[in-house]
């Protein structure tokens, strides 16, 4: 059985389970219709122009967890910040985990997004934040609507400022041959509070895994989020991440994706303004071999006047492995005095490493400044050269300028111990020491 028809055939036993006399009853039974009708994508839609997902597609996944399956903290401890004290909301195939988690707080509101679609008191906010921004119409986001139920609840009152980062961590056992989940998180940041996230999908086996995971953030008049993702999975693992963002006045959103693993990665990220004096920032480093696949397609919609965006993407390929970058700026006629910029530099180490990369600006405004540019090459030889004949070797020295190429990026990322962690891996991947304890 295709997992198209798989997914269909489960879907109504799903709902039974939960119960079809809830509220939202509709809203999954028109996010299955809408993936009934469309589909898995395909390269004949302009948005998935470069990535297929027919060779993934061919697994027989299992689309539900048959057993809750048990991880030693030891096993799994290098995934998490341990360097730092961290809230931790932590799901084994799919299902939560109160060993691992620590969610103890004082004044916040970090529960499992099960509590929150089922119990009477978060009716409310499900109400006015659940499904409300992310897309009725792109198939994935509704099949993950469809089959929504476990995933992070994250609640910020207003004027918090969480005095630790939260670590969101989906573990995949892969006791399963094959295994799809559908994670779902709701982050909500209220007026005048910050929050640090850090978000990561790891498998602990090589069988396959295809995560379809949603993320929906509303960031209210001046708070202040920083969202970081962490993709370095073993490469018969293969994630969809859709990321929506709403953003009112005055409001700084960052969201930080850092792609070394996997087989094929697809991260759509969609910005929408909703007051004036926002920043939204988006910054990302690539860096993969083998046949690895990561596309990124991001989205930010201005909408209203005196509001910036930052884009910034560095990619670094080897190997037979491609990178597709699609970064749309959309600025409507009321949203004057934008000021939006994006920059997308790639590197191809060898012959058979592809790019394909699209800037899009659209803009129906006259009083902005956008800009966006792309660069695709190779190291710069005089550079090397000129490392080496101070006896830098020429591998240190290859290292040393991609490593420097990723710096901007990792330079703006705001926990010390993420950075660090983050250097390790980059200096892993570039393989070379860079002086860090590996």
């Not at 953003?247 to 960052?254: G, I």
């Not at 949203?335 to 394909?356: H, P, R, S, V």
Request: one cysteine or more.
């Amino acid at each position: 059985m295709e997992l198209k028809d798989k997914l269909l055939a489960s879907f109504m036993a799903f709902e039974e389970k939960i119960d079809t006399h809830s509220e939202l009853h509709e809203v999954r039974s028109n996010a299955i219709k809408n993936f009934e009708n469309k589909g898995f994508p395909t390269k004949k839609e302009e948005a998935w122009k470069y990535t297929s997902l027919n060779a993934i597609l061919k697994n027989d996944f299992s689309v539900f967890p048959k057993k809750d399956n048990a991880i030693e903290f030891k096993d799994v401890k290098k995934y998490f910040l341990h360097e730092i004290d961290t809230y931790k909301v932590v799901f084994i195939d799919g299902i939560f985990s109160s060993f691992l988690s620590s969610t103890t707080h004082e004044g916040l509101d970090i529960c499992l997004m099960s509590s929150a679609l089922t119990k009477p008191k978060y009716k409310m906010v499900i109400d006015n934040y659940f499904n409300q921004i992310a897309s009725k119409e792109e198939s994935l986001t509704s099949l993950n609507t469809a089959f929504s139920l476990e995933g992070a609840y994250i609640n910020i009152p207003k004027s918090k400022v969480v005095d630790k980062p939260i670590e969101i961590i989906y573990f995949s056992t892969g006791n399963e041959a094959a295994l799809m989940v559908q994670p779902r998180n709701l982050v909500i940041v209220g007026e005048n509070a910050h929050v640090q996230i850090v978000e990561r999908h790891q498998s602990l086996n090589s069988n396959p895994v295809l995560t379809n995971s949603v993320t929906e953030i509303f960031a209210q008049k001046r708070a202040i989020v920083d969202y970081y993702k962490v993709q370095n999975d073993v490469q018969t693992a293969n994630l969809i991440d859709n990321t929506y963002i709403a953003q009112k006045q005055e409001s700084r959103v960052a969201v930080h994706t850092f792609s070394f693993g996997g087989n094929i990665t697809r991260n759509n990220l969609n910005f929408y303004h909703q007051g004036e004096r926002i920043d939204s920032t988006l910054k990302g480093i690539t860096i993969i071999g083998d046949k690895q696949h990561v596309d990124h397609y991001t989205l930010v919609q201005h909408a209203t006047p005196n509001c910036e965006s930052h884009q910034n993407y560095k990619t670094i390929l080897h190997d037979s492995s491609t990178g597709v970058f699609n970064g749309k700026i959309f600025v409507e006629k009321e949203a004057q005095k934008t000021d939006a910029f994006q920059q997308n530099n790639n590197i191809l180490i060898g012959d058979k490493a592809t790019i394909n990369a699209k800037p899009q600006l659209e803009i129906f405004a006259d009083d902005v400044k956008c800009s966006h540019g792309c660069t695709i090459g190779q190291l710069d030889e005089s550079a090397m050269f000129y490392m080496q004949q101070r006896g830098i070797p020429k591998k240190e020295a290859k290292a040393l300028l991609m490593y420097a190429f990723t710096s901007e990026v990792t330079n703006s990322v705001k926990i010390p111990e993420l950075k660090a962690k983050i250097a390790r891996i980059i200096a892993d991947k570039l393989g070379v020491n860079m002086g860090f304890d590996l």
